[in-house]
């Protein structure tokens, strides 16, 4: 059994540093499950305790429209339906595909024609880049009549593209690849967006309807052992971008040395371009560049790589979903 105080803990701190001025929903609920001896006693019995998890496991059984908005209505919920949301909560663990963060990577991407791979692609959505419109304040360029319009406030001199560069390959890498066409897994991603963010959950279907007609290639396989084999699948004649979200802050340090060692050697034979786009922590290289107070949470960076030498730079902060960009 988990210890309480430390639900109760950990179910504070994700309302204030994940959810507050963020979603209303949240914050408001995770307070009530950290102020609910009753709420924090069913969480203490699960292998996970994540608050997303709780959430998302809740979700999935009522739909957006029918989550709880108190924490009298989470505590009835969980009366009637506690062994549902336990079995959810048993088998499954949470799942993001956030196309948000494209609004966030482009600005970042080199001109094309581009060869991109993505490790930790999840579905592969954020590998759909041209397919999609996006906004950064009054700049607008993509695709006007797509399903996903990605709204991104914007700070300090960003390079905005005047168009999405051509992409003529792309390939992802994930250790366990979401199928799009899997209507069980979608209802779970889906599941995992918070549930009074409705514009974001619809993004989040444009995408995967755009993904269901003509799936991104996304293959089984380790960020270190199997990227090797994919990158001598890239064609020469266009620029390598190796780009990842949300993903090194999920392998050891060794790993990650391991991944940037990786990289550096296969430059050998071609330029590569690395942009990384991780909570501060998780690139030592690009923490030392950051400013000391960081509200937006994730370092947006670009390694260049010729010839196994690297040149790091720290670009931007930004949202953890994409939702703003601020650049250094
Ligand atoms: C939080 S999700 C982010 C997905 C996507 N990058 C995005 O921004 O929406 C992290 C993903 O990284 C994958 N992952 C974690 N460790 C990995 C590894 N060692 N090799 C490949 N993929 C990994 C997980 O399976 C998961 O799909």
Wanted: with cysteine; glycine share 8%; hydrophobic share 45%.
């Amino acid at each position: 059994m988990n210890d309480p105080a430390d639900i109760k803990r950990r179910y504070r701190q994700f309302g204030e540093m994940e959810c507050r001025g963020y979603s209303d929903l949240y914050y408001e609920l995770t307070l009530a499950v950290a102020g609910d001896d009753g709420l924090v006693d069913f969480i203490a019995q699960m292998p996970v305790i994540q608050p997303n998890l709780f959430f998302a496991a809740i979700q999935l059984l009522t739909g957006p429209a029918g989550m709880p908005r108190t924490g009298s209505g989470l505590r009835a919920l969980v009366e009637q339906r506690g062994g549902e949301i336990a079995g959810v909560m048993r088998s499954r663990r949470t799942q993001t595909n956030e196309v948000g963060r494209c609004a966030v990577l482009l600005p970042a991407l080199p001109s094309g024609p581009l060869a991109l791979v993505e490790v930790g692609a999840s579905a592969g959505l954020c590998l759909l880049f041209d397919r999609f419109h996006y906004e950064w304040g009054a700049a607008r360029i993509g695709d006007a009549a797509s399903p996903v319009h990605l709204r991104c406030k914007v700070a300090g001199p960003v390079p905005l593209p005047s168009a999405v560069p051509q992409v003529v390959w792309r390939r992802g890498l994930d250790l366990s690849p979401i199928d799009v066409r899997n209507d069980d897994a979608v209802r779970w991603l889906l599941a995992c967006v918070y549930a009074d963010q409705p514009e974001r959950r619809r993004r989040l279907e444009g995408a995967i309807a755009l993904a269901r007609a003509d799936p991104p290639a996304v293959a089984s396989g380790d960020l270190v052992d199997d990227l090797p084999a994919m990158l001598a699948d890239v064609p020469d004649e266009a620029r390598l971008v190796v780009f990842h979200s949300a993903v090194l802050t999920y392998v050891s340090r060794e790993r990650r040395q391991a991944f940037a060692a990786l990289l550096a050697d296969a430059s050998k034979r071609r330029d590569i371009v690395w942009l990384s786009n991780e909570p501060p922590g998780v690139l030592p290289e690009l923490a030392v560049m950051a400013p000391p107070a960081n509200d937006l949470r994730y370092l947006l960076g670009r390694t260049c790589f010729t010839n196994g030498r690297r040149q790091d730079e720290l670009l931007a902060l930004s949202h953890p979903h994409g939702a703003e960009l601020a650049w250094l």
